[in-house]
């Protein structure tokens, strides 16, 4: 009886000290962050885009956090600065992705603006990088023989068009791109260095005093 009694005590305990590192510690270390100035709450438009997200699985494949130099070349694959907790604030859930079958997203809007480009891609990414592995999602888009009035249809490389007909985005294409658009995490998260009073830039290394000259 003695031995179960110590079982069922260990078990408790090792349950109790993962609950802590892993539940406890960091909800503790980031239930104050704040949503840094710069960042936007998401437009329902791009709230229903990031659902899409979701559920296309882009997350399978695609990161949404960059990290810093001494981890990853991130920034110099052009995917931004190092994330911060801030820059989650209004993610719910957390799209951080596990898998980097593709490039990180985190600031996607930064680097690729254009609505066409993100429209043309999603339909049919080998139109744009050659040999692509990621899958199209022709079922975000309607081929008709012309566009109805309202719409309007992508603009595709030449000979991706099927033949007579237009590519129409479907309102879900439009919000996930919206969505894309608005990965945006190019705000400054320090407060800016303090100027000296001639206006010259501070360095972060003070120079050193000179010394006054004894009389
Ligand atoms: C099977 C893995 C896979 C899935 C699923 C996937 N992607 Fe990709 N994605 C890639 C790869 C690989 C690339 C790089 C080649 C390219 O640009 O097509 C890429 C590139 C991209 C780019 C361009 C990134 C850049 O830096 O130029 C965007 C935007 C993108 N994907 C969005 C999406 C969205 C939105 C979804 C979901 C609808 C999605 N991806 C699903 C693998 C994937």
Redesign the pocket.
């Known amino acids: 009886m003695e031995n179960e009694a110590k079982l069922t005590a260990g078990a408790m305990v090792t349950f109790a000290i993962a609950v802590s590192a892993l539940v406890i510690l960091p909800y503790v270390q980031v239930r104050d962050v704040k949503a840094p100035e710069g960042l936007k709450p998401y437009t329902s438009a791009e709230l229903r885009g990031r659902a899409s ?1 979701i559920a ?3 997350v ?3 990161s949404q956090q960059p990290r810093s130099e001494s981890f990853a070349p991130d920034a110099k694959r052009g995917w931004g600065r190092a994330s911060v907790p801030g820059d989650y604030y209004y993610d719910k859930p957390h799209l951080l992705g596990s898998m980097r ?3 990180d ?1 985190m600031n ?1 809007g930064v ?2 603006p254009s609505k066409d480009w ?1 429209l043309g ?2 339909y049919q ?1 080998r139109a ?2 050659p040999g ?4 199209p ?1 022709p079922y975000l888009f309607d081929i008709k023989d012309k566009a109805e009035p309202g719409e309007e249809a992508i603009k595709l490389p030449p000979g991706y068009t099927p033949p007579g007909k237009v590519v129409v985005p479907t309102p879900e294409a439009l919000d ?1 791109v919206r969505y ?1 658009q608005a990965l945006k995490r190019d705000y400054p998260i320090l407060p800016p260095e303090p100027q000296e009073a001639t206006g010259a830039k501070t360095s972060s290394v003070a120079p050193a005093p000179r010394p006054t000259p004894a009389s």
């Open positions: 997200y296309n699985g882009c399978y494949c695609h079958t593709g490039p997203l996607i680097r690729q993100h891609h999603l990414p744009y990088v692509s592995i990621m899958p999602y996930l894309l």
